[in-house]
C-alpha cells in the first residue's frame, strides 16, 4: 500500500501558528505533523455526530 501526501498552502494567523509550533515542539513532532493529528481529530469528532465522511 503506498501513502502519499498532498501538498497544500495554509495561510493562518502569525500567533496561531506560533502557538501550534510550540505544542508541536513539546510533542517533539514538526508543526506539520501536529496540525495533521489535530485536523484527524476534527474529522473524526465529525464524523461521530455526522456519520463518515465518503469522498
Known sequence: MTYE???FTLRIDRELL????????????STNGEIEILIRKHIKEFEKKHDEIIE
Do not use: P
Open 5 to 7: 501526501k498532498s501538498k
Open 18 to 29: 506560533k502557538k501550534i509550533h510550540s505544542i508541536a515542539k513539546y510533542n517533539a513532532r
